[in-house]
């Protein structure tokens, strides 16, 4: 039997920005307009992962072998557009996707691009090539930001403990 | 609109800053010719909204929240050269506007570096402060008309969704890119895909599905006769410049399609030449596309 969790649930509930009724029922609007769902309908499916994710079961997403079923999303928020409901489903997919992470389960590029953003501050650090060629284009140098204060707020935010740093 | 002495921060983010410089080179141009200033500022990542948001949704807010605060302190808006950029801070500035207990939340974790969020400044795209500059003030400066050109506009996904917070244009059917396109004589095609996301967010995950999505983008506007894409987001751009032998091998085709970012297709219509604005750096050739309208 599926358990329910509500903690988990009530994390998913959580996740709008702008809050609206959550009830979701079903029509597939999500599914249908989705480009992964639509060339790779078996791998991925906003629909059912909405509702599993409202329903609270946990266990019935995460148990899932092929992490695609929750990181095939693109993040076109064209879903979030079309909803009936105006659920925000891109939110509760990001939720997701944090806990996947907390998990150890989240594609490696995820990962590699947050440890360039602790240790630079950019997800992509200046390089003394693309700096050569800034200059032969006459532009400036791009400012470059505080590592210091980066690292302070993601210390606070305890992304060093997620990252391994 | 922005008042006509009004200054933005420019924010061209880690991919235009770090790895593709030649599309700065094309916004400075542009912005220069039409009288749009901008200032520099120690801008950290923004961060990115398909990849750093993902990882830690708190982590994501208070680093976009530092950014605004860096825009606050001089009191200025923030324009955007990138659609994950523009989304990240509009977004983060909407959503800690909106929300007084997330607010205080990460104010808390500002205080830490001195910093505090208030909300007083607001988020633009190019593509907003372009168009609000006007079409008819944008034709007085076009030297080489792009007649005949026919274009794929594509937006990119970020640049107008989700419609409630980012208020720039139609969600699902804009009109901006549109615009500007013919206002330097180049012609918008209708194809049946223009909606569709270039795939690069897909691709963190896993190429195969990210090649497919980027095929069906490529197969449909050049099916509606489309020479070029003009597009206003370095993810998208680099999507559809680098990956072009790869979306055939994935589709049995084979692709040659010139990418031109937005202010690329502005400053040759305004005149520059293509060696100052580096467009050899880009994969996808240009060669024809270059003769075919006088350029050298």
Same mark, same amino acid.
């Given at each position: 039997?599926?358990?329910?969790?509500?903690?988990?649930?009530?994390?998913?509930?959580? =996740?709008?920005?702008?809050?609206?009724?959550?009830?979701?029922?079903?029509?597939?609007?999500?599914?249908?307009?989705?480009?992964?769902?639509?060339?790779?309908?078996?791998?991925?499916?906003?629909?059912? @992962?909405?509702?599993?994710?409202?329903?609270?079961?946990?266990?019935?997403?995460?148990?899932?072998?092929?992490?695609?079923?929750?990181?095939?999303?693109?993040?076109?928020?064209?879903?979030?557009?079309?909803?009936?409901?105006?659920?925000? @489903?891109?939110?509760?997919?990001?939720?997701?996707?944090?806990?996947?992470?907390?998990?150890?389960?989240?594609?490696?590029?995820?990962?590699?691009?947050?440890?360039?953003?602790?240790?630079?501050?950019?997800?992509?650090?200046?390089?003394?090539?693309?700096?050569?060629?800034?200059?032969?284009?006459?532009?400036?140098?791009?400012?470059?930001?505080?590592?210091?204060?980066?690292?302070?707020?993601?210390?606070?935010?305890?992304?060093?403990?997620?990252? /391994?740093? | 609109?922005?008042?006509?002495?009004?200054?933005?921060?420019?924010?061209?983010?880690?991919?235009?800053?770090?790895?593709?410089?030649?599309?700065?080179?094309?916004?400075?141009?542009?912005?220069?010719?039409?009288?749009?200033?901008?200032?520099?500022?120690?801008?950290?990542?923004?961060?990115?909204?398909?990849?750093? /948001?993902?990882?830690?949704?708190?982590?994501?807010?208070?680093?976009?929240?530092?950014?605004?605060?860096?825009?606050?302190?001089?009191?200025?808006?923030?324009?955007?050269?990138?659609?994950?950029?523009?989304?990240?801070?509009? =977004?983060?500035?909407?959503?800690?506007?909106?929300?007084?207990?997330?607010?205080?939340?990460? /104010?808390?974790?500002?205080?830490?570096?001195?910093?505090?969020?208030?909300?007083?400044?607001?988020?633009?795209?190019?593509?907003?402060?372009?168009?609000?500059?006007?079409?008819?003030?944008?034709?007085?400066?076009?030297?080489?008309?792009?007649?005949? @050109?026919?274009?794929?506009?594509?937006?990119?996904?970020?640049?107008?969704?989700?419609?409630?917070?980012?208020?720039?244009?139609?969600?699902?059917?804009?009109?901006?890119?549109?615009?500007?396109? =013919?206002?330097?004589? =180049?012609?918008?095609?209708?194809?049946?895909?223009?909606?569709?996301?270039?795939?690069?967010?897909?691709?963190?995950?896993?190429?195969?599905?990210?090649?497919?999505?980027?095929?069906?983008?490529?197969?449909?506007?050049?099916?509606?006769?489309?020479?070029?894409?003009?597009?206003?987001?370095?993810?998208?751009?680099?999507?559809?410049?680098?990956?072009?032998?790869?979306?055939?091998?994935?589709? /049995?085709?084979?692709?040659?399609?010139?990418?031109?970012?937005?202010?690329?297709?502005?400053?040759?219509?305004?005149?520059?030449?293509?060696?100052?604005?580096?467009?050899?750096?880009?994969?996808?050739?240009?060669?024809?596309?270059?003769?075919?309208?006088?350029?050298?």
């Amino acid at each position: 039997m599926v358990k329910v969790d509500y903690e988990f649930r009530k994390k998913i509930m959580d =996740a709008h920005i702008i809050d609206t009724l959550k009830y979701c029922y079903q029509c597939n609007r999500c599914t249908d307009v989705c480009p992964i769902a639509n060339i790779a309908p078996d791998r991925y499916d906003p629909r059912s @992962l909405i509702l599993n994710s409202f329903l609270g079961f946990k266990s019935t997403i995460f148990s899932n072998e092929d992490n695609f079923f929750i990181w095939g999303c693109t993040v076109c928020d064209t879903c979030d557009e079309v909803c009936p409901q105006k659920i925000e @489903l891109t939110e509760v997919f990001t939720v997701l996707k944090n806990m996947s992470i907390a998990e150890g389960k989240g594609p490696e590029y995820y990962t590699t691009q947050a440890t360039a953003i602790y240790e630079s501050g950019k997800a992509i650090p200046s390089q003394p090539a693309i700096e050569r060629r800034r200059e032969q284009l006459s532009l400036p140098q791009v400012e470059p930001p505080s590592v210091e204060e980066v690292q302070k707020i993601l210390n606070q935010t305890k992304l060093n403990k997620i990252i /391994n740093k | 609109m922005a008042k006509a002495e009004s200054e933005y921060k420019l924010f061209q983010g880690c991919t235009i800053g770090n790895r593709i410089p030649f599309i700065e080179a094309s916004a400075r141009k542009v912005f220069d010719k039409l009288g749009i200033k901008t200032s520099e500022a120690p801008f950290a990542c923004c961060p990115d909204p398909v990849g750093f /948001n993902s990882v830690d949704h708190t982590s994501w807010l208070a680093m976009g929240a530092r950014n605004l605060t860096i825009a606050e302190q001089e009191n200025k808006d923030i324009v955007s050269l990138c659609n994950g950029c523009f989304q990240t801070l509009k =977004a983060v500035n909407h959503e800690l506007k909106h929300d007084e207990h997330e607010k205080q939340k990460i /104010n808390d974790i500002l205080k830490t570096v001195k910093r505090e969020f208030k909300g007083s400044i607001n988020v633009k795209h190019f593509v907003e402060v372009l168009h609000d500059i006007g079409v008819d003030k944008i034709k007085e400066h076009v030297k080489n008309d792009f007649s005949g @050109l026919k274009v794929a506009c594509h937006t990119g996904c970020h640049y107008n969704r989700p419609s409630e917070i980012m208020q720039t244009d139609d969600p699902m059917e804009p009109k901006k890119l549109r615009e500007l396109v =013919a206002a330097v004589g =180049a012609t918008p095609v209708d194809y049946e895909e223009e909606m569709l996301c270039c795939g690069a967010g897909v691709g963190n995950a896993e190429e195969a599905p990210s090649m497919q999505v980027l095929a069906n983008k490529f197969n449909s506007a050049i099916e509606a006769g489309a020479d070029v894409f003009v597009v206003v987001c370095p993810a998208c751009f680099q999507q559809m410049d680098t990956n072009q032998k790869k979306a055939g091998q994935q589709s /049995n085709k084979t692709f040659n399609i010139p990418i031109l970012y937005l202010t690329e297709l502005f400053a040759l219509a305004f005149g520059e030449n293509p060696d100052d604005l580096g467009l050899k750096y880009h994969r996808s050739r240009l060669t024809s596309f270059l003769e075919k309208y006088g350029f050298k």
